[in-house]
């Protein structure tokens, strides 16, 4: 079965999606479901590594999908064509690592396509992203799975400039308009756990007083969002 995690996301893709591409699609696992679903559409799972490349083979051999999924070896966007695909997603990595592929790839967006991404952690990188490529954040929500946290954003290619204050940045726009259940408990544990290193922090011989006026600042952020 599918992950809450990964169904979320699986959710949040158009009905009208010709082409998907799943990029660090490991087992392949979203493509599959969504392709079992949708026999009209078509799917790319690009992989970098040998291993999880051959597991998404064997997946897309095992639900009979090989017409509809096409299985491809290499880093990032660099599998797909410009434009192929109007519908990407990147799941299970890193906000760093999901951003860095976007900004390697950028000649291959068109800049039609919706991105549906899903870092474990650092979603403020994606945001950061999203700011610096002109990018509109369309969706966001937190939610917990197995007591790790998730965040899904969705973005689209913005016709004019996009601006978000280091607040929304930190702990999403659209999160911060209306949060969730999900969203109140992690950030309530974030902030235990920052007050703590704060303290730490504070104890040091020689304390960081830049890192520690970010980490109150984030606090401050925090609180207020809470409340
Ligand atoms: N997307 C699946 C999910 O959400 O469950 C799999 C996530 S798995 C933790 C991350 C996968 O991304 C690994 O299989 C890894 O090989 C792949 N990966 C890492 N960097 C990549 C890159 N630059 N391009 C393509 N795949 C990458």
Redesign the pocket.
């Known amino acids: 079965v599918l992950?809450q995690?990964?169904t979320q996301?699986k959710q949040l893709i158009p009905h009208d999606t010709k082409v998907l591409a799943?990029?660090?699609?490991?087992?392949a696992?979203?493509p599959c479901y969504i392709c079992l679903e949708r026999p009209s559409m078509k799917a790319i799972a690009?992989?970098?590594?040998e291993?999880?490349k051959q597991a998404a083979i064997n997946q897309v051999t095992q639900f009979g999908l090989s017409d509809q999924i096409d299985v491809r070896l290499?880093?990032?966007l660099s599998?797909i064509e410009r434009g192929e695909a109007d519908c990407i997603?990147?799941?299970?990595?890193g906000g760093s690592?999901i951003s860095?592929?976007l900004t390697d790839g950028q000649d291959k967006l068109s800049g039609d396509e919706l991105l549906i991404l899903?870092p474990?952690i650092d979603a403020n990188l994606i945001r950061r992203f999203a700011v610096d490529n002109q990018f509109v954040i369309n969706y966001e929500t937190v939610l917990q799975e197995d007591g790790y946290y998730y965040e899904i954003l969705v973005l689209t290619k913005s016709a004019q400039p996009v601006n978000y204050t280091e607040r929304e940045l930190y702990l999403g726009p659209l999160m911060l308009q209306q949060p969730n259940q999900a969203f109140r408990e992690k950030w309530s544990s974030v902030y235990q756990n920052q007050q703590d290193i704060i303290q730490n922090m504070k104890q040091a011989k020689v304390p960081n007083q830049e890192k520690i006026e970010q980490f109150e600042q984030e606090l401050h952020w925090i609180k207020e969002a809470l409340s």
């Open positions: 992950s995690r990964l996301v799943d990029i660090g699609s490991d087992h696992q979203l690009g992989e970098v590594n291993g999880p290499g880093d990032g599998v997603t990147i799941a299970g990595m690592l860095s592929i899903q474990n």
